[in-house]
């Protein structure tokens, strides 16, 4: 069964500083790894999806990379900003469908200005 | 162009009582996925719907329910509702399986 894990559930940084999120799964037969962000009491927002095929993606201030065979996922953010401040949730998929998406629990990110 | 709309953001029901969620996807997407999300299970696919027909269903008992219209528009329906119901359910559209899905901000449901 795949698990996705996201270590540690919480972390806050000052401003300016770069950052890393991590998210590991079990399963290195991975389809795909995205990247979310959660605004309180709000939907998901997509960041960054990596196919198995790829290393890494990068999206302005933000860099995902995919490591299949050690079975981790990490979201570098640069220069961090007191807007960066949401969760962050990782899914990696193993299939089409998408009942194969699984979620990770999320890291709750605080820039402090 | 429109986002993931859900209806209402907001519901407040009493065990027992029965619950009906809307979505309306972004136009043209016709894969209508549902997801709850809770505190402690996290983020859980409920089920998939695609041209009226549902294609696939997480592991949630019967109760929960659900239906895509001609439109694409999609309704989930919870019958007799238990406390561990109360849950944030989110609603995602994509053009097919396999797409990116589209979030809408989800409806926040308490059972009292």
């Known amino acids: 069964k795949q698990e996705v894990t996201q270590i540690p559930a919480a972390l806050s940084v000052p401003e300016g500083e770069n950052l890393v999120l991590n998210c590991s799964f079990t399963d290195s037969a991975i389809y795909n790894l995205q990247w979310f962000r959660q605004d309180p009491g709000k939907g998901l927002t997509s960041l960054l999806l990596i196919q198995s095929s790829q290393r890494e993606q990068t999206s302005g201030r933000l860099n995902a990379s995919l490591d299949k065979s050690s079975g981790r996922s990490t979201l570098y953010i640069a220069a961090s900003q007191p807007g960066d401040s949401a969760t962050y949730l990782c899914a990696g998929t193993w299939g089409t469908s998408y009942d194969k998406v699984i979620f990770g629990p999320g890291t709750s990110l605080s820039v402090i200005p | 162009k429109a986002g993931v709309t859900q209806t209402p953001r907001y519901l407040i029901k009493t065990r027992g009582q029965q619950v009906t969620l809307s979505c309306s996807p972004i136009?043209?997407?016709?894969?209508v996925s549902w997801y709850q999300q809770t505190p402690g299970q996290g983020l859980q696919f409920l089920f998939e719907y695609f041209s009226e027909t549902q294609r696939n269903k997480g592991n949630f008992p019967g109760r929960f329910s659900g239906r895509q219209f001609s439109n694409s528009r999609s309704e989930m329906n919870v019958s007799t509702l238990e406390l561990g119901d109360s849950a944030l359910y989110l609603c995602?559209?994509?053009?097919?399986?396999?797409?990116?899905?589209?979030f809408g901000d989800g409806t926040r449901l308490s059972i009292l």
């Open positions: 136009s043209g997407h016709r894969s």
């Open positions: 995602a559209s994509s053009v097919r399986q396999g797409q990116p899905q589209h």
